[in-house]
């Protein structure tokens, strides 16, 4: 069974920056695209950012130009650096991996990343 176990998650003051990491259990290789989404109190969970074969980075409107979406495939993981963060960006952020040949996808549990003003 595949595991994705998010970190880096934490508080931080408006215009900080954080780096979140996702580390997988298996290869990334066995993901056709992996993404970061988050989820703030009473919303519904958004898609924040998407990497898919061929390292081609997608961003919400809403975090494009300050936040990064990469991978490591050595270290089987995926990292979103979040720079000028804002207190919208506050949320519980969730790592999703969807596997090659395969309709279910993979999450995470998550990790809290609260943005003071």
């Known amino acids: 069974q595949v595991q994705l176990v998010e970190s880096g998650g934490g508080l931080v003051q408006s215009g900080g920056s954080l780096r979140l990491s996702c580390v997988a259990s298996?290869?990334?290789?066995?993901?056709?695209?992996m993404s970061w989404y988050r989820q703030a109190p009473g919303k519904q969970r958004e898609l924040v950012a998407t990497?898919?074969?061929?390292?081609?980075?997608n961003y919400a409107d809403s975090v494009k130009g300050r936040f990064t979406i990469s991978t490591d495939n050595a270290k089987k993981s995926v990292y979103l650096q979040m720079n000028s963060l804002k207190p919208e960006d506050t949320a519980v952020y969730f790592c999703?991996?969807?596997?090659?040949?395969?309709?279910?996808?993979?999450w995470g549990q998550g990790t809290q990343v609260t943005v003071s003003s």
């Open positions: 999703k991996a969807n596997p090659r040949g395969r309709t279910k996808d993979y």
């Open positions: 990497i898919s074969s061929g390292d081609y980075p």
């Open positions: 298996v290869s990334i290789f066995s993901f056709s695209a």
